[in-house]
């Protein structure tokens, strides 16, 4: 099975501004999250356990987690170049969107960004399979993670959030 978890919440969380790759920490609200979520993975044993290299997503993990923590760049949050720290209103978030179909402004490209953790769910699939994997990531990871294992819908709304701070989300792998 495969636990994904979304990092606790941060300051910019709480006051929607875009966080891609700008290091933030947990705020409050975003270490008890963890907690809870520590509670409620208690029982689970689990085989391995992937972690994005950013801090939030790091300090989330090792409130869950106490063994061994394996950082994979592909987990790190979509570059939201020049949107960075800036407040997400819906225009930003349409100009975003349109930027990142390029990489326009300084942003990721959202293809590039799908292959990774594409190619991060394939080596889960590879090496993993039928074993307990604990993932901690970001929003934006987490909806392509989603979409990966829920076998890649056509029509399938990235704009979408599907998992909240804090959260979990599981799989069969």
Same mark, same amino acid.
């Given at each position: 099975?495969? +636990?994904? $978890?979304?990092?606790?919440?941060?300051?910019?969380?709480?006051?929607?501004?875009?966080?891609?790759?700008?290091?933030?920490?947990?705020?409050?609200?975003?270490?008890?999250?963890?907690?809870?979520?520590?509670?409620?993975?208690?029982? $689970?044993?689990?085989?391995?356990?992937? *972690?994005?290299?950013?801090? %939030?997503?790091?300090?989330? *993990?090792?409130?869950?987690?106490?063994?061994?923590?394996?950082?994979?760049? %592909?987990? $790190?949050?979509?570059?939201?170049? &020049?949107?960075?720290?800036?407040?997400?209103?819906?225009?930003?978030?349409?100009?975003?969107?349109?930027?990142?179909?390029? !990489?326009?402004? !300084?942003? &990721?490209?959202?293809?590039?960004?799908? &292959? %990774?953790? *594409?190619?991060?769910?394939?080596?889960?699939?590879?090496? +993993? %399979?039928?074993?307990?994997?604990?993932?901690?990531?970001?929003?934006?990871n987490a909806r392509i993670i989603n +979409?990966?294992?829920? !076998?890649?819908?056509? !029509? +399938?709304?990235?704009?979408?959030?599907?998992?909240?701070?804090?959260?979990?989300?599981?799989?069969?792998?």
């Amino acid at each position: 099975m495969i +636990y994904l $978890v979304r990092q606790g919440q941060t300051d910019w969380n709480l006051f929607k501004k875009f966080n891609g790759i700008t290091e933030t920490e947990l705020n409050q609200t975003g270490i008890e999250q963890a907690k809870l979520q520590a509670e409620n993975l208690a029982n $689970v044993i689990f085989d391995t356990c992937y *972690c994005s290299s950013q801090k %939030r997503a790091h300090q989330t *993990c090792e409130i869950i987690y106490k063994g061994k923590i394996i950082h994979d760049a %592909r987990l $790190v949050e979509i570059d939201c170049g &020049e949107f960075e720290s800036t407040e997400e209103t819906t225009e930003s978030m349409k100009l975003f969107w349109k930027a990142i179909q390029s !990489g326009d402004k !300084g942003t &990721e490209s959202f293809k590039e960004f799908i &292959e %990774r953790n *594409c190619d991060f769910c394939d080596m889960i699939m590879k090496d +993993y %399979r039928w074993k307990n994997v604990l993932i901690v990531t970001h929003s934006a990871n987490a909806r392509i993670i989603n +979409y990966y294992f829920n !076998g890649k819908p056509h !029509g +399938y709304d990235f704009h979408k959030s599907v998992i909240k701070n804090g959260g979990l989300l599981t799989f069969e792998n």
